[in-house]
């Protein structure tokens, strides 16, 4: 304090009282540059595993064993520091490592979701144009659709033949396999279509994969090219046409994740949003002991499409697993969910200074300054918002600083620039306190995003604390 004496009064003032954004890399201890490393590898790994939520559930359920997770059967008795997992319909995930307290005393929960935005094919996708094969898609989730043209893409996903039996699809992920794209205009003959608006250029209608182009010898018939792509598939998955009906079948980009820069700061890869937060929220749980309070891992599938379906956020799966939990303690599970506390734990925007008119820089994310914080989501005056409470972003502003989290508030972008949601008000709805929170991301939803190694071991950090919370 000696050193205050030599300030003058405005700096005395400005440092006691002034709020001062720092970035994350001048706050690091020692230890953490070798640490987040190490941990991102981790995460880079875990991302070319899962190009679909099915494959995110395998590769979480394979990590969870490991590190000596059970899967959880109903009435199980259950001690503390057990470590538990559910899978639902194979598209989501829940996991949890029983704590000291009862869970009349609530539970810890982070909340993520490992669906990202691509594009699923429609139910009978396989045309014949001008003797080229192509398959018609559906986008899922949002997009911005030029971002998908001309990029190599794979397949995944399943086939319910009609006999019952269920094929998992991957092509493209397999050393020399083959990869798909969509075509798009060449420049020179652009000139008109240049002159339309984003939102007319690309049609989704357009976004039609090309498959193959070799015709079937000896054939005269109008579809040749097209049969020859059947006759592979039968050979390969011994499906017929018909079988696409109850495909779920995406192509998803064929990238795998990379450094990004010159310094490998950054992590570029497709579907960031949200499984960066999803292997946050599970490599935290990976890592617990015995924890104070139960310590629960949702991984959802569905939030990009509004948390719909079964296998949402909406969907009473977690109630009944929380309430089979709760049962195995005599516990009311509405009682558990009173005092429990939610982390949403989700992508935000990271503020962009090549679109800087679309953020509010104050109140943005930065790429390295830490986990993001975010009070609200929503739209047009924070609608679809569940708005945490001063209280909740009071306590999780303790137990992150407490821990030595780097973080930071965030808010998507400009009001009235557009918005978004997360499943934070879906936990909510259930009577618990709700924060969002996650890792900011640049390009966003698109096939691939960025986002910086600080922010994402931040994010685990911050997670891990709050598991760890009592
Ligand atoms: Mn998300
Ligand atoms: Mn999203």
Aim: aromatic share 8%.
């Amino acid at each position: 304090m000696a050193d205050n004496k030599e300030l003058t009064r405005g700096k005395q003032l400005r440092k006691a009282l002034q709020y001062k954004k720092t970035n994350g890399y001048d706050r690091l201890r020692e230890g953490d540059l070798e640490a987040m490393d190490a941990y991102c590898e981790g995460y880079k790994q875990y991302l070319d595993a899962g190009k679909t939520e099915r494959e995110c559930v395998d590769r979480t359920v394979a990590l969870a064993e490991a590190a000596g997770f059970r899967a959880y059967q109903r009435s199980m008795a259950l001690k503390p520091g057990d470590k538990v997992y559910r899978i639902n319909r194979g598209k989501a995930v829940m996991l949890a490592v029983m704590g000291r307290k009862g869970l009349e005393c609530g539970v810890n929960i982070a909340a993520a979701h490992i669906d990202s935005p691509r594009l699923d094919l429609k139910q009978n996708p396989l045309y014949e144009s001008e003797e080229l094969a192509f398959l018609k898609t559906h986008y899922y989730g949002g997009i911005r659709k030029y971002q998908w043209m001309t990029i190599p893409l794979e397949l995944h996903g399943v086939v319910v033949l009609r006999d019952g039996r269920t094929l998992r699809v991957s092509v493209g992920g397999g050393q020399g396999d083959p990869l798909f794209t969509i075509d798009d205009l060449l420049p020179h003959l652009g000139m008109e279509h240049g002159k339309k608006p984003l939102a007319e250029a690309f049609p989704g209608e357009n976004l039609n994969i090309l498959v193959g182009s070799r015709p079937l010898a000896d054939d005269e018939d109008s579809d040749r090219v097209k049969i020859a792509v059947l006759e592979l598939l039968n050979r390969k998955y011994g499906m017929v046409e018909e079988d696409f009906i109850s495909a779920e079948l995406s192509a998803v980009p064929a990238f795998n994740a990379c450094d990004i820069g010159f310094d490998r700061s950054l992590i570029g890869a497709y579907g960031h949003d949200d499984r960066v937060c999803a292997y946050a929220s599970l490599a935290a749980l990976l890592q617990l002991g015995v924890p104070e309070r139960t310590a629960v891992c949702i991984l959802a599938d569905k939030e990009e499409i509004g948390s719909e379906g079964v296998s949402g956020m909406q969907s009473s799966a977690f109630d009944t697993f929380m309430a089979d939990l709760c049962e195995s303690q005599k516990v009311r599970v509405d009682v558990c969910f009173e005092r429990s506390f939610c982390l949403s734990a989700d992508v935000t925007a990271a503020y962009d200074p090549n679109f800087a008119e679309v953020y509010e820089k104050r109140n943005s994310a930065l790429v390295n300054y830490g986990m993001g914080l975010c009070k609200y989501t929503g739209a047009r005056g924070k609608s679809g918002a569940s708005d945490a409470s001063a209280e909740v972003v009071g306590y999780v502003r303790r137990v992150l600083d407490k821990a030595g989290v780097v973080w930071q508030m965030a808010e998507l972008g400009k009001v009235d620039a557009g918005g978004g949601g997360t499943v934070a008000c879906y936990m909510a709805n259930r009577n618990i306190d709700t924060l969002d929170a996650g890792v900011p991301v640049l390009s966003m939803h698109a096939p691939f995003e960025t986002v910086s190694k600080l922010d994402c071991y931040m994010t685990f950090r911050g997670i891990k604390a709050l598991f760890e919370a009592d």
